[in-house]
C-alpha cells in the first residue's frame, strides 16, 4: 500500500508543477465561473424588465396578469455542467493520458519495472492521485460557481441544494474518473502515442458529441422549436397515441443514448439540479427514484473502464509497447 | 569505504559500511548470475540463443558486441524486464520464472540513457525510487549515497538543470539505494564526456571493491572495459562467442595489441 501511495505522491507533485495542466485547470474553473455571472446577469435582466413591465401596468392601473420570473439557483449551474460534460471530459483524457505517457516518453518504466512492485502498484497509484486531483476539482469548480450565483446572482440556497450539490459533485466525479481510466487504458495498450491520443479524441467526439447530439435530434421534442408535439397543439394523450407507433424509432434512439456515458452524466446531473423541468424543486427522493438508472450506468461505466484500466496497465503491457 | 564479509556455515553476510543498512546475507552461491538455454524471440526473429552465461560474485563483467547482437536484451531478460521465450536466469540462486519480485529486491539497474523526473529535485527522485523499493524513512540513506557519491550538494535541485554524467549519478544512486547485491548498468559512458566517463569509471570501481556488488555492464567502450571489467563475454549474433576473466583473455590471445584487436578477431571469426 505505501508503494502505491508513493506513486501517487508522485503524480500529484508532477501535476502540481505542470504549468499546461495548472493552465488548463484554472481556464476550465474561469469558464465555469464566467458562464455563472452571465447567467446571474441574464436573470437581472430579465427580472428588471418584469419589474419595468408590471410599474408599467401598475401605472395604467391594469392588474399584473404574468407571473414574475423565478431564479432558482441550481439552474444557474447548468454551463458550468455543459462544460464539464464536454471540456471536463477533455480534460480527462489529457490527464489521464500524460499519465502514462510521461511515463513512456521519459523512459522511466524500465526503472519502475526493476523495483519489486506489484502488477496493479503503477496503476493503482496514478488512478488514484487522479481520483483525488478530479475530486478536488470538481469541488472546486461546483463550489466557486455556487459562490458565485450567492454573490453574483444573489441567490439563496437551501439545505437541500446544499445536497443536490453533493449529489452532482458525485456524479460529475465519477464521470471524469470513467474518461481518466478510457484514456489510461488506451494510453498503457497503444504502441505508439500519437495513436492512443487520437482514438481518445476519435472516443471522445462520439461518446460526448455525436452519440448524444443524435439521439437528441432524433427525439421530436427537439425537431421543432418548442416541439413537434405543441407546435401542432397535439395534446399529451394524443401524443402518446401517435408515438406508441414508433416504438422501434424510440427504442432505436434509447439505445443510442444510453449507450453514452455522458448522456447518462446529464441526466444524472440535470435531474439533481433541477434543470430539467420534471424534477425541478422535487424531493431528493422522487429525482433519485427518477435517475437510478442513470447513476446506476454512471457506476457501471466507471467500475467497467477501471478494471480494464488495471488490466491493460500492467508490466507487461506497457513494456511491451513503450518502445 | 570497506565491506565486511561474514561467513557462516549457509551464507556469506556482507555488511555493508554505508550505516543504516541491513546486513546483507547472500546464499552460498559462487556465481552472482547464472543463465541456462537463454533464448529470447520476437516471433520470427531470436534476439538471443541459448544463452549459458556465469557471472562470479563480486565481479565486473562487461558484456560486449556489436549492435543488434542482444546485449540490451540480455539485461532486459537479467533484470526482469523481458520473460525469456525458453531458459532460466537465476540471481543469487533466486530463479526469474519463479520469482521476479524477489530478483528485483537482490538488483539495481542504470539503463542507458537514464530518464528520471525532470521537474523534481535529486531526493523526490531518489526518495521515489527507495519508497518503490520498500525502504522506510529513506531520507538519512539518501542522503547517506549522495555522500558516498559526492553528490551531496546536488540534494535538492531539479534533476531537469543537470548534466548527462550528473543525471547518470542520480542513476547510479538509485540503483544502489536499496543496498543491491547485484548492479546492472546499460552502456552507463554511452554519451558521456572523458571527463564523465572517467568519473563514472571511478564510482563503478569503487562499488565493486567497498560494497563488493557484483556489477554486470554492456557497453562499447572498449578501452572501459579494460579498466574496470574482471571478466568479459562478448554477443555475436544473439550467441555468445566467448566468455572467460580479463587476465586469461588477454594471455589467450598473446598476438593481440589490445582488447579491441581481440574482441575484433573473435567477432570476426566463423
Same mark, same amino acid.
Given at each position: 500500500?505505501?508503494?502505491?501511495?508513493?506513486?501517487?505522491?508522485?503524480?500529484?507533485?508532477?501535476?502540481?508543477?505542470?504549468?499546461?495542466?495548472?493552465?488548463?485547470?484554472?481556464?476550465?474553473?474561469?469558464?465555469?465561473?464566467?458562464?455563472?455571472?452571465?447567467?446571474?446577469?441574464?436573470?437581472?435582466?430579465?427580472?428588471?424588465?418584469?419589474?419595468?413591465?408590471?410599474?408599467?401596468?401598475?401605472?395604467?392601473?391594469?392588474?399584473?396578469?404574468?407571473?414574475?420570473?423565478?431564479?432558482?439557483?441550481?439552474?444557474?449551474?447548468?454551463?458550468?455542467?455543459?462544460?464539464?460534460?464536454?471540456?471536463?471530459?477533455?480534460?480527462?483524457?489529457?490527464? +489521464?493520458?500524460?499519465?502514462?505517457?510521461?511515463?513512456?516518453?521519459?523512459?522511466?518504466?524500465?526503472?519502475?519495472?526493476?523495483?519489486?512492485?506489484?502488477?496493479?502498484?503503477?496503476?493503482?497509484?496514478?488512478?488514484?492521485?487522479?481520483?483525488?486531483?478530479?475530486?478536488?476539482?470538481?469541488?472546486?469548480?461546483?463550489?466557486?460557481?455556487?459562490?458565485?450565483?450567492?454573490?453574483?446572482?444573489?441567490?439563496?440556497?437551501?439545505?437541500?441544494?446544499?445536497?443536490?450539490?453533493?449529489?452532482?459533485?458525485?456524479?460529475?466525479?465519477?464521470?471524469?474518473?470513467?474518461?481518466?481510466?478510457?484514456?489510461?487504458?488506451?494510453?498503457?495498450?497503444?504502441?505508439?502515442?500519437?495513436?492512443?491520443?487520437?482514438?481518445?479524441?476519435?472516443?471522445?467526439?462520439?461518446?460526448?458529441?455525436?452519440?448524444?447530439?443524435?439521439?437528441?435530434?432524433?427525439?421530436?421534442?427537439?425537431?421543432?422549436?418548442?416541439?413537434?408535439?405543441?407546435?401542432?397543439?397535439?395534446?399529451?394523450?394524443?401524443?402518446?397515441?401517435?408515438?406508441?407507433?414508433?416504438?422501434?424509432?424510440?427504442?432505436?434512439?434509447?439505445?443510442?443514448?444510453?449507450?453514452?456515458?455522458?448522456?447518462?452524466?446529464?441526466?444524472?446531473?440535470?435531474?439533481?439540479? +433541477?434543470?430539467?423541468?420534471?424534477?425541478?424543486?422535487?424531493?431528493? +427522493?422522487?429525482?433519485?427514484?427518477?435517475?437510478?438508472?442513470?447513476?446506476?450506468?454512471?457506476?457501471?461505466?466507471?467500475? +467497467?473502464?477501471?478494471?480494464?484500466?488495471?488490466?491493460?496497465?500492467?508490466?507487461?503491457?506497457?513494456?511491451?509497447?513503450?518502445? | 569505504?570497506?565491506?565486511?564479509?561474514?561467513?557462516?556455515?549457509?551464507?556469506?553476510?556482507?555488511?555493508?559500511?554505508?550505516?543504516?543498512?541491513?546486513?546483507?546475507?547472500?546464499?552460498?552461491?559462487?556465481?552472482?548470475?547464472?543463465?541456462?538455454?537463454?533464448?529470447?524471440?520476437?516471433?520470427?526473429?531470436?534476439?538471443?540463443?541459448?544463452?549459458?552465461?556465469?557471472?562470479?560474485?563480486?565481479?565486473?563483467?562487461?558484456?560486449?558486441?556489436?549492435?543488434?547482437?542482444?546485449?540490451?536484451?540480455?539485461?532486459?531478460?537479467?533484470?526482469?524486464?523481458?520473460?525469456?521465450?525458453?531458459?532460466?536466469?537465476?540471481?543469487?540462486?533466486?530463479?526469474?520464472?519463479?520469482?521476479?519480485?524477489?530478483?528485483?529486491?537482490?538488483?539495481?539497474?542504470?539503463?542507458? &540513457?537514464?530518464?528520471?523526473?525532470?521537474?523534481?529535485?535529486?531526493?523526490?527522485?531518489?526518495?521515489?525510487?527507495?519508497?518503490?523499493?520498500?525502504?522506510?524513512?529513506?531520507?538519512?540513506?539518501?542522503?547517506?549515497?549522495?555522500?558516498?557519491?559526492?553528490?551531496?550538494?546536488?540534494? &535538492?535541485?531539479?534533476?531537469?538543470?543537470?548534466?548527462?554524467?550528473?543525471?547518470?549519478?542520480?542513476?547510479?544512486?538509485?540503483?544502489?539505494?536499496?543496498?543491491?547485491?547485484?548492479?546492472?548498468?546499460?552502456?552507463?559512458?554511452?554519451?558521456?564526456?572523458?571527463?564523465?566517463?572517467?568519473?563514472?569509471?571511478?564510482?563503478?570501481?569503487?562499488? &565493486?571493491?567497498?560494497?563488493?556488488?557484483?556489477?554486470?555492464?554492456?557497453?562499447?567502450?572498449?578501452?572501459?572495459?579494460?579498466?574496470?571489467?574482471?571478466?568479459?563475454?562478448?554477443?555475436?549474433?544473439?550467441?555468445?562467442?566467448?566468455? &572467460?576473466?580479463?587476465?586469461?583473455?588477454?594471455?589467450?590471445?598473446?598476438?593481440?595489441?589490445?582488447?579491441?584487436?581481440?574482441?575484433?578477431?573473435?567477432?570476426?571469426?566463423?
Amino acid at each position: 500500500m505505501n508503494k502505491i501511495f508513493s506513486v501517487a505522491r508522485m503524480e500529484i507533485l508532477d501535476i502540481r508543477r505542470s504549468k499546461l495542466m495548472l493552465s488548463l485547470l484554472g481556464f476550465f474553473l474561469i469558464a465555469a465561473i464566467v458562464s455563472v455571472v452571465v447567467a446571474s446577469i441574464d436573470f437581472g435582466v430579465k427580472a428588471d424588465a418584469y419589474k419595468t413591465y408590471t410599474d408599467a401596468l401598475a401605472a395604467s392601473g391594469i392588474t399584473n396578469p404574468a407571473t414574475a420570473p423565478q431564479l432558482f439557483p441550481l439552474h444557474l449551474m447548468r454551463a458550468a455542467i455543459e462544460y464539464l460534460e464536454i471540456l471536463g471530459a477533455l480534460f480527462a483524457i489529457i490527464l +489521464g493520458y500524460a499519465a502514462i505517457a510521461k511515463e513512456k516518453q521519459r523512459g522511466t518504466l524500465s526503472l519502475l519495472f526493476t523495483r519489486p512492485i506489484g502488477n496493479f502498484t503503477l496503476v493503482l497509484g496514478k488512478l488514484g492521485a487522479l481520483a483525488l486531483v478530479w475530486l478536488a476539482f470538481v469541488s472546486i469548480v461546483v463550489l466557486a460557481t455556487m459562490l458565485t450565483a450567492v454573490i453574483a446572482g444573489h441567490a439563496q440556497l437551501s439545505a437541500t441544494d446544499v445536497g443536490r450539490l453533493l449529489l452532482t459533485i458525485l456524479g460529475a466525479w465519477i464521470y471524469l474518473l470513467v474518461w481518466t481510466a478510457v484514456a489510461v487504458s488506451i494510453a498503457s495498450t497503444s504502441k505508439k502515442l500519437t495513436t492512443a491520443l487520437i482514438v481518445s479524441i476519435v472516443l471522445w467526439l462520439l461518446v460526448v458529441l455525436v452519440i448524444p447530439q443524435v439521439g437528441d435530434t432524433m427525439d421530436p421534442d427537439n425537431q421543432v422549436p418548442g416541439g413537434l408535439f405543441k407546435s401542432l397543439q397535439i395534446a399529451k394523450p394524443d401524443e402518446t397515441a401517435v408515438l406508441a407507433n414508433f416504438t422501434g424509432y424510440n427504442s432505436a434512439r434509447d439505445a443510442l443514448e444510453i449507450s453514452s456515458v455522458t448522456k447518462h452524466f446529464e441526466r444524472y446531473t440535470f435531474a439533481f439540479l +433541477g434543470i430539467k423541468d420534471q424534477y425541478n424543486q422535487q424531493p431528493i +427522493g422522487t429525482v433519485w427514484a427518477g435517475v437510478f438508472i442513470n447513476a446506476l450506468a454512471l457506476w457501471l461505466f466507471a467500475i +467497467g473502464t477501471l478494471v480494464i484500466s488495471l488490466f491493460t496497465t500492467k508490466p507487461k503491457t506497457l513494456l511491451r509497447t513503450s518502445k | 569505504m570497506k565491506s565486511l564479509y561474514v561467513f557462516t556455515e549457509k551464507s556469506i553476510c556482507r555488511l555493508s559500511v554505508l550505516s543504516g543498512t541491513r546486513p546483507y546475507c547472500d546464499t552460498m552461491n559462487e556465481f552472482a548470475i547464472v543463465t541456462k538455454d537463454l533464448t529470447k524471440s520476437y516471433k520470427d526473429v531470436v534476439a538471443l540463443e541459448n544463452l549459458n552465461l556465469s557471472v562470479r560474485q563480486g565481479e565486473i563483467f562487461g558484456l560486449l558486441g556489436h549492435n543488434g547482437a542482444g546485449k540490451t536484451t540480455t539485461v532486459n531478460l537479467l533484470t526482469t524486464l523481458l520473460v525469456p521465450t525458453s531458459g532460466t536466469v537465476e540471481i543469487e540462486g533466486v530463479d526469474s520464472s519463479k520469482s521476479a519480485k524477489d530478483i528485483r529486491k537482490l538488483i539495481g539497474y542504470l539503463p542507458e &540513457n537514464v530518464q528520471l523526473y525532470n521537474n523534481m529535485t535529486t531526493m523526490e527522485n531518489l526518495r521515489f525510487f527507495a519508497n518503490l523499493s520498500g525502504l522506510k524513512k529513506p531520507e538519512a540513506r539518501i542522503k547517506e549515497v549522495l555522500d558516498y557519491l559526492n553528490f551531496n550538494s546536488h540534494y &535538492n535541485k531539479s534533476i531537469g538543470t543537470f548534466s548527462k554524467g550528473m543525471r547518470q549519478r542520480v542513476g547510479i544512486a538509485q540503483a544502489i539505494l536499496h543496498n543491491p547485491s547485484v548492479l546492472f548498468l546499460d552502456e552507463p559512458t554511452s554519451g558521456l564526456d572523458p571527463e564523465g566517463v572517467r568519473q563514472l569509471r571511478d564510482v563503478i570501481i569503487r562499488l &565493486n571493491a567497498d560494497l563488493g556488488v557484483t556489477i554486470f555492464m554492456n557497453t562499447h567502450l572498449l578501452s572501459e572495459v579494460t579498466k574496470t571489467c574482471s571478466s568479459i563475454g562478448i554477443l555475436k549474433g544473439g550467441k555468445l562467442a566467448y566468455q &572467460n576473466s580479463m587476465n586469461s583473455t588477454l594471455a589467450e590471445f598473446p598476438d593481440q595489441d589490445s582488447l579491441e584487436d581481440i574482441y575484433l578477431s573473435i567477432e570476426t571469426a566463423d
